[in-house]
T-cell receptor, first 114, second 114 residues
Framework: AQSVSQHNHHVILSEAASLELGCNYSYGGTVNLFWYVQYPGQHLQLLLKYFSGDPLVKGIKGFEAEFIKSKFSFNLRKPSVQWSDTAEYFC????????????FGAGTRLAVHP | EAQVTQNPRYLITVTGKKLTVTCSQNMNHEYMSWYRQDPGLGLRQIYYSMNVEVTDKGDVPEGYKVSRKEKRNFPLILESPSPNQTSLYFCASAGLAGGTDTQYFGPGTRLTVL
């Protein structure tokens, strides 16, 4: 079965710092990858997704992610974080054996201090 | 506005008392799914439905039931809740686009079973 690993469970940054959240997946075939964000008390929102094509994907709110097939990675980046980016971030992959089934990582809690 | 709604948003109940969490979407999506979110585990799929009267188990279906009598609704039923079902529950929906369509999530239902 596929799995998704997020390396950092908690990240604390100051405003304007750069952000990189790690995500690795286990499946070696064609993958569809997502980053979702969950702001405090809110539902999950899609930040960006990768299905094919340019491995550098740009999402909303200035986020981007790079798909590196050789490293089975899909890391999320933002050059300069804001206090409003405080949230939990989830990497997910479509399960190759389950239609539309998302396999989520454990999540990374990001706290941005002013 | 395109959305997935869940009710109730918060629920405290006691062991063994049957409950239903409703989920409704207004996007005419064929696919609907339930996930539970637990700290350190991310989101795990409970059940999913590919269309009316078509449902199947996800990764953690024990103790849950679902039904899909109408396209827009996908209720989650706990016949005899137990404390280990205390969790945050999310409903999601997606169109059928080769199994890679973006999933839209509801606001979540926080359930506590005493």
């Amino acid at each position: 079965a596929q799995s998704v690993s997020q390396h950092n469970h908690h990240v604390i940054l100051s405003e304007a710092a750069s952000l990189e959240l790690g995500c690795n997946y286990s499946y070696g075939g064609t993958v569809n990858l997502f980053w979702y964000v969950q702001y405090p008390g809110q539902h999950l929102q899609l930040l960006l997704k990768y299905f094919s094509g340019d491995p550098l994907v740009k999402g909303i709110k200035g986020f981007e992610a790079e798909f590196i097939k050789s490293k089975f990675s899909f890391n999320l980046r933002k050059p300069s974080v804001q206090w409003s980016d405080t949230a939990e971030y989830f990497c997910a992959v479509i399960d190759s054996g389950g239609y539309n089934k998302l396999i989520f990582g454990a999540g990374t809690r990001l706290a941005v201090h002013p | 506005e395109a959305q997935v709604t869940q009710n109730p948003r918060y629920l405290i109940t006691v062991t063994g008392k049957k409950l239903t969490v409703t989920c409704s979407q207004n996007m005419n999506h064929e696919y609907m799914s339930w996930y539970r979110q637990d700290p350190g585990l991310g989101l795990r799929q409970i059940y999913y439905s590919m269309n009316v009267e078509v449902t199947d188990k996800g990764d953690v279906p024990e103790g849950y039931k679902v039904s899909r009598k109408e396209k827009r609704n996908f209720p989650l039923i706990l016949e005899s809740p137990s404390p280990n079902q205390t969790s945050l529950y999310f409903c999601a929906s997606a169109g059928l686009a080769g199994g890679t369509d973006t999933q839209y999530f509801g606001p979540g239902t926080r359930l506590t079973v005493l």
